[in-house]
Structures are given as C-alpha cells and as structure tokens.
C-alpha cells in the first residue's frame, strides 16, 4: 500500500524530515500582510493648528491641613477651631481665585462618621481636591 499502516513491515527508521512548505506558507503571507498594512499606520492628515503664547503658571495652591484627633477636635493649619467655624473657612477656601488644597490628618482613632462628616462639609463648601495624609508603613 502506498500508505503504511501499524505495522512496521518495510520500514526501517522513522522519517526525520521537517516539512518546510507550510511554514514558508505561512512566512508569505504575513510578508503581504504587514506590506499591505505598514503604508496605512504612517498616514497622517496635515492640518495647520493656531498658535497661541501663553504663560505656564508656577504658582502652587496653598495647602490647608485639616487635622482630627480620636476625639473629634479639629484643627486648622495646626491652630484649634471649633465645629461650627469648618463650615465659614471652608466656604472662605473655596471662594479664593486659586483653591486650596485640603489635606486630610485623621488620627487613628477617630470615628469614620467625623470624617465623612467634614467630607461632606468640604463638598457643599465646593472644595475641588482632597487628599489624605498618612504615614507609610515600615
């Protein structure tokens, strides 16, 4: 028969040829492939963009840190104020020409409804960035 079975009747080593025609196959036609695509990903549409000069702005926002101890008391750049005053200087932060950044000291043992609360309080006063300050583990 022109196609061997099991047997191994006639044979004597097994074929150790690799057939190389479906890999040359394969190697031609992705050749085309990125042929045809290279002239596509370096097509560009030329238009002409206004020019305009302007100044970069080096000023940094102030940074105002509002810290809370495990007992509620806040503290406004490290100066003691009571709750009814956050409300007034928050609002006053947020009415400036640059807006401060509110950075964020809660002590660990103070209670997550505090800090939701001057969250919230930050919010409706229309401060833009909060941030959180805390110490890196070791």
Do not use: C
Not at 19 to 46: C, E, G, Y
Not at 99 to 117: F, G, I, N, S, V
């Amino acid at each position: 028969m022109a196609f061997g079975g099991f047997s191994s009747e006639g044979r004597s080593a097994p074929i150790a040829e690799i057939n190389m025609v479906p890999l040359i196959d394969v190697m031609l036609v992705l050749l085309i492939v990125f042929m045809i695509t290279a002239p596509l990903l370096t097509h560009s549409v030329k238009i002409d963009l206004p020019a305009a000069a302007s100044q970069a702005s080096n000023e940094k926002p102030e940074t105002v840190t509002l810290a809370i101890d495990g007992a509620g008391k806040m503290f406004w750049n490290d100066q003691p104020i009571a709750d009814g005053e956050l409300a007034n200087r928050l609002a006053t932060a947020a009415a400036a020409t640059v807006q401060p950044e509110l950075h964020l000291r809660a002590d660990r043992e103070t209670r997550y409804q505090k800090l939701a609360e001057v969250m919230s309080a930050a919010k409706t006063a229309g401060i833009q960035k909060i941030g959180f300050v805390t110490v890196p583990e070791r």
